[in-house]
């Protein structure tokens, strides 16, 4: 698609529910990335994939959390047992490449990001 | 201590105001470095890139001191629609791990 897609884009539920977020990467961007953000702060790297694989994976908060991309494409990262603190938007990112440092040419395109709330 | 370090403002500055904008990190391995703007409620989006050299988009310069681990953006002549939150941007590790000041909001009024 022309831009990275994220559903739902709002989502309330109720603690101990498990949720499901999806991102739709540009079509081609090999480097997918998640982030998260809480009300009135930055932004808190969880997950990284290049491809398929999650080389890094060191900002997942707890077990609760997990991510997986299918096909280099399409990534849903899953929270079981939400709890009220998990409440944030939680941002997905695309890039073209993601195995060298990134020079002006490769840069993040964000999506509109899933809004969480847990009651 | 946090590896990309912002101060979180706000600034209120009039229209063609100048102001600066500082960032530190804590890696002095990182490799890259950028500034992203962020409007309310609004997904980041990539403003500049910041060269060691220094670089100028129009009103923006973005400076970089590496012996200092320190990141400055610049904006000259502040229009209204430059109000938003600046993201300092530091890429670490052996792969593009973008790590994510928390932010500089900037108010600028008529």
């Known amino acids: 698609g022309a831009g990275v897609s994220q559903s739902p884009s709002n989502k309330v539920t109720e603690k101990g529910k498990d949720v499901e977020l999806r991102c739709d990467p540009i079509?081609?961007?090999?480097?997918l990335y998640w982030y998260r953000q809480s009300l009135g702060q930055g932004l808190e790297f969880l997950i990284y994939?290049?491809?398929?694989?999650?080389?890094?994976k060191s900002g997942l908060p707890s077990d609760r959390f997990s991510a997986e991309r299918t096909g280099g494409s399409v990534s849903t990262l899953t929270i079981q047992r939400t709890q009220q603190e998990d409440s944030a938007v939680y941002l997905c990112?695309?890039?073209?490449?993601?195995?060298?440092?990134?020079?002006?040419?490769?840069?993040?395109?964000f999506g509109a990001g899933s809004r969480l709330t847990v009651l | 201590r946090k590896e990309v370090e912002q101060d979180p403002g706000p600034f209120n500055v009039p229209e063609g105001a100048t102001v600066a904008f500082n960032c530190t990190y804590s890696?002095?391995?990182?490799?890259?470095f950028f500034w992203y703007r962020q409007d309310c409620r609004k997904e980041p989006k990539l403003l500049m890139s910041?060269?060691?050299s220094g670089n100028e988009d129009g009103r923006f310069t973005a400076q970089l001191n590496r012996a200092s681990q320190y990141i400055s953006l610049l904006i000259r002549d502040s229009k209204l629609s430059d109000s938003a939150t600046y993201l300092c941007?530091?890429?670490?590790?052996?792969?593009?791990?973008?790590?994510f000041g928390a932010g500089t909001r900037l108010a600028v009024h008529p």
């Open positions: 941007v530091v890429v670490s590790g052996g792969y593009n791990k973008l790590i």
């Open positions: 910041v060269y060691s």
């Open positions: 990112a695309s890039s073209p490449e993601g195995d060298r440092p990134l020079g002006g040419a490769n840069v993040l395109t």
């Open positions: 994939f290049q491809g398929n694989s999650a080389p890094d």
């Open positions: 890696n002095s391995a990182s490799q890259s």
């Open positions: 079509s081609g961007h090999t480097a």
